[in-house]
């Protein structure tokens, strides 16, 4: 088996993680309740096109998820793992299967400020099936990342 240029390997590799953080004028319970529901995802997202719980823990929370996902360049069919271990302050999701995607992890992090107010912290890392530059690949997770908090900032502060 001939070995394969480095670029071919370096692109599908984990990238580094992409953050945002924003203020939310919503009380704590309210972002995690939104964030846990993850089949109404596309009534706030633009980005999320369908998205359908495969599978629930044994509080009923999401554990797969099966979402199609238009973001811009990133257009693809993904099962995800949703991980609640760490709620209400933290939900993460790890790959399961996808089309495109080879990898990918996120994490949103929920502090309350006061009674009213949130800071919502969203992590993400992806990696492609096909060479894509790492500085493209993170300013597209960055703008996924971004349009995400201020989708779900307007959503809930409306």
Known sequence: MLPQPFFAVAFRAMSDKSRST????????????????????????????????????????????????????????????????????????TFNDADLLTDMAGKYSIKAIDADTTELSYELEVALSMPVPAMMRQKAEKATIDQALSELKTFLED
């Open 22 to 93: 924003v203020t939310i004028d919503a009380a704590a319970d309210a972002v995690f309740a939104a964030l846990a529901d993850v089949a109404n995802y596309p009534t706030w997202s633009k980005a999320i096109k369908e998205a359908s719980v495969k599978s629930s823990d044994s509080e009923g929370r999401p554990a797969t998820v099966f979402m199609k996902i238009d973001a811009g360049v990133m257009k693809d069919r993904v099962t995800l793992d949703y991980d609640f271990s760490a709620a209400p302050g933290e939900i993460s999701f």
